[in-house]
């Protein structure tokens, strides 16, 4: 159960970032934060999630994508 449970966590901790990407339109990473370029195994299974928090200028450019891509 463990290892699914951490398992878990670093695909949605991966899927995030991977996320980020393509609502950011960017392929750029960051020294901190989602958007980090490398991390250490005990960064993705940590049981905080420290680390993999967005500021607010990704905040409101996600914000906006998501509005674009949800027009009819």
């Known amino acids: 159960a ?5 398992l878990g966590r670093t695909l949605g901790r991966s899927l995030a970032h991977e996320i980020g990407h393509y609502l950011l339109k960017s392929r750029e990473h960051t020294t901190n ?5 490398r ?3 005990q960064e993705f299974i940590d049981k905080e999630r420290r680390g993999f928090e967005i500021d607010a200028l990704q905040h409101d450019a996600i914000v906006r994508r998501i509005r674009e891509l949800t027009r009819i």
Not at 2 to 6: V, Y
Not at 33 to 37: D, F, I, R, S, V
């Open 2 to 6: 463990e290892r699914f449970l951490l």
């Open 33 to 37: 934060g989602l958007m980090k370029g």
């Open 39 to 41: 991390r250490t195994i």
